[in-house]
């Protein structure tokens, strides 16, 4: 009510707008002289960190996120305070478009290695449980194929490999990365979880996991719920990449609209200079 009659007042004046809105003036005024609450300045700070937090995260963070980098950064803050917050400030996170191009080919005559996970993406210590799968980014030279490789207790990427193809030798490259960053030990006891890919039912791909002491499982295919955890990995990297190039290239126009402007003032033709009167 009071931003209402603040937003009026010079219009209207503020008897006018009380009487209409029949509110007596002295609650405006005393609402108006009344110093700010507890509530209202800590707000105010909030706002300015998460603010800064989101700036400093390219602008992509969403509520939940956001309210996980601020309590990283020490402060007592909850949820719906930050999604309060971010109302306020207009601000919001990056979606993502669902789009229907699927990178699992699965092989028929592949014999599949059994659900060891069930959709239960929850580890008690690292390297109990790893996630991994293949996602497809445009680029100007074609299509980019990437294979992520998750931690899921830390939910860390160990491992990542980049081609231009989706062979199998990719998603190896990916797991001797992932084995190398912990120390190139065996790692009994592990279990790493896949959709039904032929990459991943490969023999060889299922040999070279008994070498390293890991047992495979395989979910369903084209069934995002049961390699949730890999998905969501592949649909924020996505959404990074889009954002950044979305950046770059508004920068390039920049920088070439400067260009222009600059060349333009360059090549102008001086003015002839004026006859002394």
């Not at 931003?3 to 809105?21: K, M, N, Q, S, W």
């Not at 995260?57 to 956001?66: Q, T």
Request: glycine content about 6%; aromatic content about 6%; hydrophobic content about 40%.
């Amino acid at each position: 009510m009071v931003r209402y009659i603040d937003a009026h007042r010079d219009e209207f004046g503020v008897e006018p707008i009380c009487r209409t809105l029949e509110m007596a003036p002295s609650t405006y005024y005393s609402a108006k002289s009344r110093p700010p609450s507890q509530r209202s300045v800590r707000d105010a700070v909030m706002m300015q960190l998460l603010m800064v937090l989101w700036v400093a995260n390219r602008k992509v963070y969403g509520a939940h996120k956001l309210w996980k980098a601020a309590r990283r950064a020490g402060h007592d803050i909850g949820r719906d305070q930050v999604a309060r917050l971010m109302r306020e400030l207009a601000i919001e996170g990056v979606s993502r478009r669902r789009k229907k191009v699927f990178t699992t080919r699965q092989d028929p005559d592949a014999v599949r290695a059994p659900d060891l996970v069930n959709r239960d993406f929850t580890a008690d210590r690292p390297d109990a449980l790893w996630v991994t799968d293949l996602t497809y980014v445009p680029t100007r030279s074609g299509m980019a194929y990437v294979c992520f490789i998750v931690d899921a207790f830390s939910r860390r990427i160990v491992g990542w490999r980049v081609a231009a193809n989706m062979k199998t030798e990719m998603v190896l490259d990916a797991l001797e990365m992932a084995r190398l960053s912990r120390g190139a030990r065996r790692l009994v006891g592990l279990v790493t979880h896949s959709d039904a890919g032929s990459q991943f039912t490969s023999v060889r791909f299922t040999e070279r996991l008994d070498e390293i002491g890991a047992r495979p499982s395989i979910g369903t295919v084209a069934d995002s719920y049961d390699n949730a955890l890999a998905e969501t990995t592949n649909g924020l990297y996505k959404t990074g990449v889009r954002l950044r190039a979305r950046h770059e290239r508004l920068g390039r126009r920049r920088r070439a609209r400067a260009r222009d402007t600059l060349v333009g003032a360059l090549v102008q033709p001086r003015p002839a200079p004026q006859p002394l009167r």
